[in-house]
């Protein structure tokens, strides 16, 4: 790795001819096959729907303020939550990082000119937003009140809104999911530059190896089960229909089967870019890297065998409920060795509390909480008390928000100089950091006390007992609308007024570092030869606490 | 790049050498099989499953194809699979484009042939006897409501299947284009066999198809 570019930080020139302006109009961009100038497609396209979804949940909350329901009928406020589902999990958080940081880091990390396929690539976005074209369709012509799980029988024969053209754009988005896995899977077997073996991969590498393997093999279920839900809406007769013979259970199993490993999709490469925020902050080799690489894959395989723990009140047999508990018990030890090993990594490092930093501290807080009070789910008995109450809303908005967005922002701040060779103002990414966390907790921890005390999910009006935490629920939700406002503000600001921030701003390892911000298209001048592991911080950095783990000894 | 002066053909800029584009070609064929048989797969479980519940309608059900043409498209799809390999072999030992068109035209007239089977003899026929569940469906009440579940299977199936060979005919239509524009040769032949992968694929899906679909029950 070059260190020559170290010095350039110091009196960082603007930026001369780059991915960004070496080419200039929107065909430019619409037509472009870079990885990078993909990422950012995504990155606009996902923002529009994280805005869509961002602003149904808002609606809910607002709603929700009154016992009786403040804003909507009944039924307007099923068509809220579906929206704000669907849109989320399949336009948004599935996508979130691995379409964009994921396209435009994996090539840069491993030393490659670009992703395998990038014509492929480039397709993957276009089928995406068709996707996410028809799924706005049919939610601003009627929207759809199924929730994002789209049951049958409900789904299939009873629901009268727009299901089929909603179930057809997660049907069309999953291929864009199937051809990005494909294309990352074998950018890392084949594009590797000279020298990055496998266990010199930086861990976000493996992350993204574990969330592809999982779009390959789980979203194709997903896309034959709703393909065949969608044929049973139109042709009134299908595999899932009990007037002949058919069993509403087997769609379940069959969505959850892909739903269960999807969580991990959103999930994993939020840890991976946790594990790159934490030592490039504490300045130290991450602590245990093979335990936290393989945790990855791990996860990937374990998710697939545990997806009846959904099903625990829905009719499964119980023997199967069992095995089921027992598995998803077993996620919990990859998940825990991860936390540990980010925090032993932190332990005697040189922290530094730079804004990405406050996401990952803050991502490591709120995953516990929700990774812990996953095991009261996965429990049978806990799990009937609990089930389809706001415990489970509670749940897992602290995976999927507290976890994979913290660290979803967390990487865009962290590599926000890399994409735009422009540093944001740290301070109000500080605040806004801190604004997002207090605004979370304040909008879900009431939520799992509702859900403790049995208030159902998916109602729109609610006794009137359960009023002062739904409020003290909305006043966050409220919080944490503004704490995502303003990194939206100042990023797009820094854009053009944001001071240079040049190659290396955070002073970090990893292949992305050598080479100028933003980078050029063909990312090296010439593919670099590897010769040292990731995370190789020099040791007198650490040298205060020489027994600290992970420091190397000399 | 200034290392590769002179780029055989069908060479992209994103890789080093040869070797590197034509193992990420075949990997990445592989891992979309991979995909396609969950793709499958999740129908393939569905039957296994409803199957097992509903074992005489589904007999019954098996009893409404007709096995000879099952078996003649079984044997085409074979045969296709045998002048694709050919196609493929051609290109590899350096012969002549014509030949290479000549192996691929016989594959897409055996494709072809497979598809026309299965619209003239047994979809269309099924649709004058009102067989098609949701489209036309005639029960003189012979039919135990389980019958109709397997004929959705074997519409979805077989469906899915055809769609796959469509596709497969548009795939060998450009290599045609492809081979007549001298775009192969010996050393680079690489869509030519990634295309094969997946020929192959959709012939060993119909393998799979025809005993479950057509020869349950032990009629013969």
């Known amino acids: 790795m070059s260190t020559a570019t170290a010095d350039l930080h110091d009196a960082p020139a603007e930026p001369g001819v780059n991915y960004l302006n070496a080419s200039y109009g929107i065909r ?3 037509l472009t096959f870079d990885h990078k100038r993909i990422g950012l497609l995504y990155l606009a396209s996902i923002t529009i729907m994280f805005v869509v979804g961002g602003v149904a949940a808002m609606l809910m909350r607002i709603h929700l303020i009154e016992p009786q329901g403040a804003l909507f009928e009944p039924e307007t406020y099923n068509k809220m939550f579906s929206t704000h589902g669907i849109i989320m999990v399949f336009f948004f958080l599935v996508p979130s990082i ?32 068709t996707g996410a074209a028809l799924a706005l369709y049919a939610t601003l012509s009627g929207g759809v009140d199924t929730g994002w799980t789209f049951y049958p ?3 299939s024969h009873y629901s009268a809104t727009n299901v089929t053209i909603v179930a057809l754009g997660v049907f069309v988005a999953g291929f864009s999911s199937i051809l990005t896995g494909l294309n990352f899977i074998v950018t890392i077997h084949k594009m590797r530059a000279p020298g990055m073996t496998w266990f010199r991969l930086p861990l976000f590498i493996w992350a993204m190896y574990a969330t592809s393997l999982i779009f390959v093999l789980g979203t194709p279920v997903i896309a ?17 229909d009990p007037a002949v013979g058919g069993d509403p259970l087997l769609f379940q199993h069959l969505f959850w089967f892909y739903s269960h490993p999807a969580v991990y999709i959103m ?26 690489a393989f945790s990855s894959l791990s996860i990937a395989v374990i998710s697939f065998i545990v997806w009846g723990h959904h099903m625990f009140v829905t009719g499964q047999s119980i023997y199967a409920g069992l095995v089921f508990s027992v598995l998803s018990f077993l996620v919990a030890i990859p998940s825990a060795v991860k936390v540990f090993n980010w925090t032993a990594t932190l332990y005697r490092g040189s922290i530094s509390y730079e804004a990405p930093m406050l996401y990952a501290l803050g991502f490591i807080g709120l995953f516990t909480i929700g990774g812990l009070t996953g095991l009261f789910l996965a429990s049978l008995a806990t799990d009937v008390h609990l089930n389809g109450t706001y415990f489970i809303v509670a749940h897992f908005h602290y995976i999927m928000v507290g976890g994979a967005v913290m660290a979803y922002l967390g990487g865009i701040h962290y590599w926000w100089p890399k994409i735009s060779g422009r540093m944001y103002p740290d301070l109000w990414a500080r605040i806004s950091a801190a604004i997002i966390f207090l605004g979370f907790n304040l909008t879900f921890f009431p939520q799992f006390m509702l859900g403790y005390l049995g208030m159902p999910r998916r109602y729109a009006v609610y006794p009137a007992e359960f009023q002062v935490l739904n409020v003290m629920s909305s006043a966050g939700a409220s919080i944490l609308g503004i704490g995502y406002v303003i990194p939206l503000v100042y990023l797009i600001w820094s854009m053009r007024y944001g001071p240079v921030a040049g190659p290396n701003p955070w002073k970090a390892k990893g292949l ?43 | 790049m200034a290392a590769h002066g002179a780029h055989p053909p069908g060479f992209a800029h994103q890789f080093e050498t040869v070797t590197q584009q034509r193992e990420a070609g075949t990997l990445g064929m592989w891992v979309f099989l991979v995909t396609e048989i969950l793709f499958f797969g999740g129908m393939f479980t569905s039957y296994i499953i409803y199957r097992s519940l509903h074992l005489q309608s ?4 098996s009893h409404e194809l007709i096995v000879r043409y099952g078996a003649t498209n079984t044997a085409v799809l074979i045969f296709s699979s045998l002048t694709m390999a050919l196609a493929i072999r051609t290109a590899q030992t350096g012969k002549s484009k014509g030949q290479i068109i000549f192996w691929l035209i016989l594959t897409m007239i055996l494709g072809a042939s497979f598809i026309a089977i299965k619209l003239r003899f047994e979809w269309y026929r099924d649709y004058v006897e009102g067989l098609i569940p949701g489209v036309s469906w005639l029960d003189g009440g012979t039919h135990t409501p389980g019958v109709k579940m397997f004929m959705c299977f074997y519409f979805f199936m077989t469906g899915l299947h055809a769609l ?24 680079y032949y690489a869509p030519l066999e990634i295309s094969g992968l997946y020929w192959h694929f959709v012939d060993i899906v119909w393998i799979f198809l025809f005993p479950l679909l057509y020869l349950i029950g032990g009629r013969y």
């Open chain 1, 224 to 240: 034959i089960t709703l393909f065949l839900l969608g044929l049973e809406r139109v042709l009134h007769v299908g595999i899932f």
């Open chain 2, 164 to 187: 796959h060979m469509v596709v497969g005919l548009g795939i060998l239509t450009v290599l045609v284009i492809m081979t007549a524009r001298n775009k192969f040769s010996s050393q």
């Open chain 1, 28 to 30: 430019s961009w619409l």
């Open chain 2, 58 to 61: 589904f007999i019954q059900g």
């Open chain 1, 153 to 155: 029988p409900y789904s």
């Open chain 1, 267 to 292: 999930i994993l490469p939020g840890m991976g870019v946790v594990s790159e925020l934490i030592t490039a902050f504490s300045r130290k080799k991450i602590f245990g890297y093979s335990f936290v």
């Open chain 1, 512 to 554: 992305e570092w050598t080479i100028p911000s933003p980078p050029p298209t063909e990312n090296f001048e010439e593919i670099p030869i590897v010769t040292e592991d990731a995370y190789n911080y020099p040791v007198a950095e650490a040298h205060k606490y020489p027994d600290a783990p992970g420091v190397a000894r000399v």
């Open chain 1, 98 to 129: 691995p379409a964009t940081l994921g396209n435009f880091l994996i090539p840069l990390m491993i030393g490659a000119r670009d992703v395998a396929f990038p014509k492929l690539n480039l397709m993957s976005w276009y089928i995406f937003i």
